[in-house]
C-alpha cells in the first residue's frame, strides 16, 4: 500500500482490529486454543507496528520511539486501572 493511502490513524485502526479479533493472526502456539493477551496487542504488536510505520512511511513514532505514553502503555484492566507500563531503557 502507497504511502499517500494509509490514513493517519493506521496504526491505531490495525490494533484496534487485532484486539477486537476482527482481523486473522497467526497462532504462534501450535494451540488452537491459545487466546491473544494484553502482551500480543499492546507489548509486541503496538510497538513492531509503530517502528514499521516509523521507518517506513514517518508516521506513528511516538508508539515506538521517544520513552513517551504512547509507547509505554499496556491497557487497562477490567476494573480501569492501568496496567503496569512498559520499561524503556537505553542501557537494556
Not at 32 to 39: D, E, P, Y
Not at 51 to 57: G, R
Not at 64 to 78: D, N, P
Amino acid at each position: 500500500m502507497a504511502a499517500e493511502e494509509r490514513s493517519e490513524s493506521g496504526l491505531k485502526e490495525r490494533f484496534e482490529a487485532r484486539r477486537e479479533g476482527d482481523e486473522q493472526v497467526p497462532d504462534r502456539s501450535g494451540d488452537a486454543n491459545r487466546t491473544l493477551s494484553a502482551l500480543d496487542c499492546y507489548g509486541i504488536w503496538k510497538v513492531f507496528d509503530g517502528l514499521i510505520d516509523a521507518a517506513f512511511y514517518g508516521k506513528s513514532r511516538d508508539y515506538a520511539l521517544g520513552h513517551r505514553h504512547e509507547q509505554r502503555f499496556m491497557g487497562l484492566w477490567s476494573d480501569g486501572v492501568p496496567v503496569r507500563e512498559l520499561l524503556v531503557t537505553q542501557y537494556p
